[in-house]
């Protein structure tokens, strides 16, 4: 998951188709409704049964991390895997391991906790948002000698895929990141100034989008594109603006509608290679 990269960076820094071809004679019920029926309550349960897998596989990630086992906690992780921090900046798996694992040094005692909002299935991938809970207690790089409390609160959405071997984590975008530390909330400065919160609703704008690139790329629904295409337009407005958060989810939504047009191309490439000739 990016988001234990983010936090704890922020650690550091601030602390068959069924088809019926017999015909029936005589019969007045209409058997092509069940075809279709049994379809999606198959269709129901494998979801169930993916969304249930990757639930248990987020806990085991969390035990992994908090027992500090890094080959258990990336063995959810594909070789390809990308985590997208909240500058944007883009790392690979080799990367987030390694800086995981410097970390690691300065941190005692901790808990990780992943309470998921959404699951949505799609195909051989699916969409996972939640928020990641950390706390426990840190070495202060400037005194090693002083050990401080921390707690941290990310909002993220992981993209993982299906693989032979099980649900594995290919892309993670961290959207915040907040510090829920008592120390800290007791000391921070308030804000001075006008209230008033900004109306342009950023995130409401990336899900809609991460949600609209998977069924405009994947299941081709061009409806669904051209929805995509304003989001894109109405960041793309903002950010002239110069809103610099605006030019930040803009920024996230190409590189995600990007990278999922290079996987899905990826996984038609793979599934035209594996069908039955």
Do not use: C, H, M
């Given at each position: 998951m990016q988001k234990l990269s983010s936090l704890l960076c922020a650690l550091c820094v601030s602390v068959s188709a069924i088809a019926w071809a017999v015909p029936i004679q005589a019969q007045t019920m209409d058997k092509s409704a069940f075809p279709k029926k049994a379809i999606a309550q198959n269709n129901?349960?494998?979801?169930?049964?993916?969304?249930?897998?990757?639930?248990?596989?987020?806990?085991?990630?969390?035990?992994?991390?908090?027992?500090?086992?890094?080959n258990q906690l990336y063995s959810?992780?594909?070789?390809?895997?990308?985590?997208i921090g909240l500058d944007g900046k883009i790392t690979n798996l080799q990367q987030q391991s390694q800086g995981i694992q410097k970390l690691f040094w300065n941190i005692g005692k901790i808990k990780a906790r992943d309470e998921i909002k959404q699951i949505q299935i799609n195909g051989q991938t699916a969409t996972v948002v939640g928020v990641g809970y950390i706390s426990g207690i840190a070495t202060d790089p400037k005194n090693p000698q002083v050990n401080k409390p921390f707690?941290?609160?990310?909002?993220?959405?992981?993209?993982?895929?299906?693989?032979?071997?099980?649900?594995?984590?290919?892309i993670s975008h961290t959207f915040s990141l907040k510090n829920t530390s008592t120390e800290n909330a007791s000391t921070r400065p308030r804000q001075q100034g006008n209230p008033r919160r900004n109306s342009r609703t950023y995130e409401q704008a990336y899900s809609q989008a991460s949600t609209l690139v998977y069924s405009c790329h994947r299941d081709k629904r061009l409806d669904d594109c051209d929805k995509l295409n304003q989001i894109e337009s109405t960041l793309a407005n903002w950010c002239a603006q110069n809103d610099p958060q605006a030019c930040q989810i803009q920024e996230l939504v190409l590189i995600l509608d990007s990278r999922v047009q290079s996987l899905d191309s990826t996984l038609r490439t793979i599934e035209s290679t594996t069908a039955p000739r």
């Open positions: 129901q349960v494998s979801n169930q049964a993916d969304k249930q897998a990757i639930i248990r596989a987020y806990q085991a990630i969390d035990a992994a991390f908090e027992r500090k086992d890094l959810y992780y594909a070789p390809e895997y990308s985590g707690s941290l609160e990310s909002t993220y959405q992981d993209i993982w895929k299906r693989t032979s071997s099980g649900w594995k984590l290919t």
